[in-house]
């Protein structure tokens, strides 16, 4: 197998193990045809099985396919005994009914048991397509093929996807009660400047204050009151001196 094409059927399975829980070994269900197809090219089917899932994987086969192989007489003796080789899958039908139908059946509506189909029967493929999840094997010639995934494994996967980010019902029911009163919305507006970025204003001169105070003082205040005395004082005794010591005219001095 080319390097490219085992790379894109790595993701296609990594795609089906994460999203649907496929795991290793992977159980694959054979038809009747298969088998026949691959005694009839001499090829380990066990084999191709593995290196196009890219896995181990665990043959299986119903009991009704065998019956068809059965049927088919002696000629198809290798094929029945390489279906007995395979792991027996019951599938719970009293009397056999066409593999088609049996498998159809064992997938049932949503493959829950996580089946890989391998079949050469192009009307089972068509109505496998239709089913989620379910990979599907064929030989296109002598190469052996795994389908992309069908519409409906894609829808399957984005609504898993989507739930997945949904809240269950039991979150849903404590967030109800644990759910906090919401906040008010601040309204948008033009904020103010930085207050880091604003000039500070200058301090105010205390100087011309205090002389507006020295001027401005209360006259009935006690320090006002004696500065008055001491002026009063001061103007007495200039006068007093100004009397008693008259100026002499220099007629009177004695020589």
Same mark, same amino acid.
């Given at each position: 197998?080319?390097?490219?094409?085992?790379?894109?059927?790595?993701?296609?399975?990594?795609?089906?193990?994460?999203?649907?829980?496929?795991?290793?070994?992977?159980?694959?269900?054979?038809?009747?045809?298969?088998?026949?197809?691959?005694?009839?090219?001499?090829?380990?089917?066990?084999?191709?099985?593995?290196?196009?899932?890219?896995?181990?994987?665990?043959?299986?086969?119903?009991?009704?396919?065998?019956?068809?192989?059965?049927?088919?007489?002696?000629?198809?003796?290798?094929?029945?005994?390489?279906?007995?080789?395979?792991?027996?899958?019951?599938?719970?039908?009293?009397?056999?009914?066409?593999?088609?139908?049996?498998?159809?059946?064992?997938?049932?509506?949503?493959?829950?048991?996580?089946?890989?189909?391998?079949?050469?029967?192009?009307?089972?493929?068509?109505?496998?397509?239709?089913?989620?999840?379910?990979?599907?094997?064929?030989?296109?010639?002598?190469?052996?093929?795994?389908?992309?995934?069908?519409?409906?494994?894609?829808?399957?996967?984005?609504?898993?996807?989507?739930?997945?980010?949904?809240?269950?019902?039991?979150?849903?029911?404590?967030?109800?009660?644990?759910?906090?009163?919401? @906040?008010? &919305? !601040? $309204? +948008?507006?033009?904020?103010?400047?930085?207050? %880091? /970025?604003?000039?500070?204003?200058?301090?105010?001169?205390?100087?011309?204050?205090?002389?507006?105070?020295?001027?401005?003082?209360?006259?009935?205040?006690?320090?006002?009151?004696? @500065?008055? &005395? !001491? $002026? +009063?004082?001061?103007?007495?005794?200039?006068? %007093? /001196?100004?009397?008693?010591?008259?100026?002499?005219?220099?007629?009177?001095?004695?020589?």
């Amino acid at each position: 197998m080319r390097q490219r094409r085992a790379k894109t059927y790595r993701k296609l399975m990594s795609l089906y193990s994460l999203s649907f829980g496929f795991r290793q070994p992977y159980q694959v269900l054979i038809d009747s045809d298969m088998c026949i197809l691959a005694v009839a090219a001499k090829t380990d089917l066990h084999q191709q099985l593995g290196i196009v899932l890219q896995g181990n994987v665990k043959p299986m086969i119903t009991q009704c396919c065998i019956q068809e192989l059965y049927l088919l007489g002696k000629s198809h003796q290798s094929a029945v005994d390489l279906a007995k080789s395979f792991e027996r899958r019951k599938c719970n039908h009293r009397e056999a009914i066409p593999g088609q139908e049996c498998i159809a059946s064992v997938i049932g509506e949503s493959n829950k048991h996580r089946y890989v189909v391998a079949t050469q029967l192009r009307a089972l493929r068509v109505m496998l397509r239709l089913i989620p999840a379910v990979p599907i094997v064929h030989r296109n010639r002598a190469v052996m093929i795994l389908e992309p995934p069908s519409d409906a494994t894609l829808d399957t996967k984005q609504q898993n996807e989507e739930k997945a980010f949904q809240p269950s019902a039991a979150e849903l029911a404590n967030i109800g009660v644990d759910n906090p009163p919401e @906040r008010p &919305r !601040r $309204r +948008k507006g033009p904020k103010g400047p930085n207050s %880091l /970025s604003v000039k500070k204003k200058a301090p105010p001169d205390t100087s011309q204050k205090r002389k507006r105070t020295d001027v401005d003082e209360d006259v009935t205040s006690p320090t006002a009151q004696k @500065r008055k &005395r !001491r $002026r +009063k004082r001061g103007d007495s005794s200039a006068t %007093l /001196s100004n009397r008693v010591s008259p100026a002499v005219s220099p007629t009177h001095v004695s020589t």
